[in-house]
């Protein structure tokens, strides 16, 4: 416009001045000025871009789909600090080299050459016409190139209010036990723990945090943190303090070791400790079975000092945490936690005044080196979800059913109890993991070649692992008065051989000798045998 009013003008005053020279002057001065007022200031844009594109900070994405979604995205990213559109990739031949809304529009198989000619850091679905398989089939293609990968949601998801990446919930622990939830609550745990100091070792844990959360209920006067792990008592102790605000109920965090003797003796003494959970100890299966000598230090010989402690200071109860993999053990880790139980019944006989009691958990879903936040991880990275065998099983709770059971065995506790929850049947793995798949709003892929978004991956029983695991090493049950716990009568061994188990274990510890450990509890510990690998090593 500017170019012809310059024209028009320069016309109007040469026929008003009668000025001499050809007319076509000012139509020429027109289309110059025109191409030069244009071409500077395309020049300058693209200056002016390349320098904000080297000096931004903004991560430079590829828009995958030029259509209408894709346009009204990349117009929103421009006004964006968090991103920058690079260009677009569509499956549309005819859009090839086509520019969109000043994008250059690729094809997908140029896709790696792109990622790494620009520095592209993430790729944004657009295509929300797309049916949920053909995305989820995109999508899983996508994710194989070294990029983040986005997904605009469809118009249904829009209006449902979910997306892709929100309909990748999290799994509830309560919905992968394929039984009901076991309502533990009873009036006998706030009487047990009313007004009583209460001392939590490993309260840093996935069990023994859970523990200090629901004793809170049961209005304590005190509850004595012990925890070895500075991180995990901070954060503990922090979430605590916030609980226990509006309350009369102290939190004391106390840093030590269940291997220290005076260190616990120190706590023990000090805070007048009424009652111990004894959560503290090494419980990964595959990591304790080629560190024998720590963890026989912290199950067997802590737990000793931890129930010496309570039976000379004349507390009221101490309730250690075992495991069903105490039964009958193929593994280091159940074999330490079945001498702790040995040892806590042995300390009951000479004990007057302290009540001790054992709780044999099953996997506890949600804890720490469980099965449920490893399937998260790997449904969320796309999988495979791994199983170590097809017919492995394992009985099932959950992080408060547990704890729960904690409270209600240190309230049922007589002396040298054995307390059990009744899960229901063992669960296959394999099968936990299907639901879990089917929980997580994904599919199960059978095959390479089958649809599907999830495989399952077998990789073969870990050392120390078996198929499955037991509650009872008698079938000898007396009941409690819940319906769901159980009581096993267990005959203990005696005071001698209890000595002198921890004699031989005691010297094999200060050795460093994992091979006569092993021997040690082959010896003395029922089911168990010295497996292929550490003979192996030995």
Known sequence: MAAAMLSLAGIAASYLLNLSGPRSVPLIFGIIFFVL???????????????????????????????AAGIQLAAALRQSVEARPILFVDDNPTLHRVVVAGLEVRPPSELPHLIE?????????????????????????????PV????LPSFIDLMSGRSLQT??????PDELLDRDKVELDSPEIAKAYAGRVVMVTGAGGSIGSELCRQLINCRPTCIVLFEQCEYALYAIELELSELTAQTDITVLPRLGSVKNRGCVARVVAEENVDIILHAAAYKHVPLVEHNEIEAASNNVIGTKIVADVANQAGIERFIL???????RPTSIMGATKRMA??????????????????????????????????????????????????????????????????????????GGDV?????????????????????????????????GD????????????????????TENLSTTPHAKILRAEEVPLSEIEVASLLRSTEAAIASADPAALRRIIEGRVEGYHVPMHASALA
Do not use: W
């Not at 945490?321 to 039964?327: G, Q």
């Not at 040892?343 to 009540?355: L, Y």
């Not at 296959?428 to 199960?444: C, N």
């Open 341 to 414: 139980e040995l040892v806590v019944q042995d300390i009951q006989t000479r004990a007057p005044k302290t009540r001790y009691a054992m709780v044999r958990f099953g996997n506890v879903l949600g804890s720490s080196g469980s099965v449920l936040p490893l399937f998260q991880k790997q449904i969320a990275s796309g999988g495979p979800l791994t199983v170590t065998h097809p017919d492995v099983t394992r009985f099932f709770m959950t992080i408060p059913e547990a704890a729960r059971l904690v409270l209600l065995a240190g309230a049922y506790a007589q």
């Open 37 to 67: 007022a244009l071409s500077t200031r395309i020049f300058g844009l693209y200056a002016l871009r390349h320098i904000s594109q080297n000096k931004s900070t903004c991560l430079p994405v590829i828009i995958y789909g030029a259509g």
């Open 117 to 145: 000619k620009y520095g592209i850091a993430r790729i944004l679905l657009a295509i929300p016409s797309l049916s949920e398989q053909s995305r989820n089939e995109l999508y899983a293609r996508l994710t194989k190139l």
């Open 454 to 473: 999830i495989k399952i991956e077998i990789t073969g029983l870990r050392p120390g692992e078996k198929l499955y695991e037991e509650l009872l090493i």
């Open 419 to 451: 307390f059990v929850l009744d899960m229901g049947r063992p669960q296959k793995i394999i099968d936990v993991a299907k639901r879990m798949i089917a929980l997580s709003g994904r599919t199960l892929k059978e095959t390479d070649d089958s649809p």
């Open 321 to 327: 945490v075992s495991t069903d993999k105490a039964v």
């Open 148 to 151: 983040e990968v986005q997904v």
């Open 167 to 172: 309909s990748l919930r999290p799994v509830s």
